[in-house]
Every structure is written in C-alpha cells, then in structure tokens.
C-alpha cells in the first residue's frame, strides 16, 4: 500500500512564500512519479495547477511553481494572496497505471 | 473550451449498481486518456479508475477492482463507470477528468449508497 504524505496545514501571511510538499511513505519522489498539484476551495471541483513536476496548466499564474526538494515533490507560491486559501491536493504515479493521491494540504492566508 | 460534464449520480442502496456517464467536447476525445476521482463528504481525493485511448488499457485502485468497470465510447465522446455491489464507502462526489495527469476536471456527481 502506497502511502503519499503532505501536511495537514499550512499557513502563510499576504505575500509570503510558501512550500507544501508531497512526500512517500518509504522511498523518495522523483521525477518518474510525474507529480501533479491541485487547488480546490469549498464545493469546488479541483483545479490542475501543475503536472509532470513542474508544467503549469494553462492559465495558472506562474507565483505557482513546482519541482522535486530533497527527495519530495514541493508546489511553491510566492506572494501569496487571499484567495490561495484552499485545499492543495497532489498526485503521484506510482506504475502500471496507478496514481495515487496525498491527503491534501489546508492552506489558509492570514 | 474543454468541457465535461458528468451525469448518472444518486441514492442507491447497498448492493446495488449505477452507471456514471461524462460527456466530453472541446478537445480531440479520442486521443486522450481519461480517468475518475472520487471525493467522500468532507474527505480528500481518491484516484478510482482510468482508461487508454483506445480502451485497450484500464486500471483501477484496488477498493473498486472486480466492482466498478471503466469503458469509453469514443463515437460519443463519452466515458463511463459502471458501478456494481456499491457499498456505503463509495459514496463520494465522482469525478471525471482528462488525461492521466488530470489536466481538466468535470464539476461532479453525487453518488449516495444508503438504505
């Protein structure tokens, strides 16, 4: 069983920078597990924000980025704003056509 | 514009089936990959199933394998799920979206399994 780990929550002030991460259980994420990140606020469906590590979707702002930290896939918005609080969401391929999603980051601006 | 819209959701009791549908238009349907997310209240994203081009490859996680089949037709721009011996933890907001990658996403249907 795959397991796929981002925080819980996160907090970040109008502005600031900030780094979710999206980890395995055992093992480190490369670019080979083509991480993808979504944005979802309440009732929404998701949005695709980045994919294949570090492709924005079309119409994505470029203050959101990705890219492999350490041995964990990370999205990073800078100067963030009051509606990035949402829900962040990431993906990992993990072979024979299987993904596999992280729990989810609650993300709020204050 | 890329569009989908998902359709066939509801109350079912336990055991029973239900077909999802999703129509598809603004993008060469039959060129891409398609999948379904699913969503239980209040919880986080489940990826559930997803489909080849062609059909020819389909791949599901593993809570759904011999329960829900995945098909397309590429005639109609449409992909399905066909969802048998539903359970109470299938209920969740079903997603369909394009690619593999989960490129652009459908707003949604609600499947309830209750008695």
């Known amino acids: 069983q795959t397991v796929v780990t981002q925080e819980p929550s996160f907090s970040v002030s109008p502005g600031g920078t900030v780094t979710l991460t999206c980890g395995l259980g055992s093992g480190s994420v490369s670019t080979s597990y083509s991480p993808c990140w979504y944005q979802q606020t309440p009732g929404q469906a998701p949005r695709t924000l980045i994919y294949?590590?570090?492709t924005r979707s079309s119409g994505v702002p470029d203050r959101f980025s990705g890219s492999i930290l350490g041995n964990k896939a990370a999205l990073t918005i800078t100067g963030a704003q009051a509606d990035d609080e949402s829900d962040y969401y990431c993906v990992l391929y993990i072979g024979s056509g299987i993904w596999v999603f992280g729990g989810g980051t609650k993300l709020t601006v204050l | 514009e890329v569009q989908l819209v998902e359709s066939g959701g509801g109350l079912v009791q336990p055991g029973g089936s239900l077909r999802l549908s999703c129509a598809a238009s603004g993008f060469t349907f039959s060129n891409s990959w398609m999948s379904w997310v699913r969503q239980a209240p209040g919880k986080g994203l489940e990826w559930v199933a997803n489909i080849k081009e062609d059909g020819s490859d389909k791949n599901y996680v593993d809570s759904v394998k011999g329960r829900f089949t995945i098909s397309r037709d590429n005639a109609k721009n449409s992909l399905y799920l066909q969802m048998n011996s539903l359970r109470a933890e299938d209920t969740a907001v079903y997603y369909c979206a394009r690619a593999q990658q989960l490129l652009y996403w459908g707003q949604g249907t609600l499947v309830t399994v209750s008695s």
């Open positions: 294949s590590t570090n």
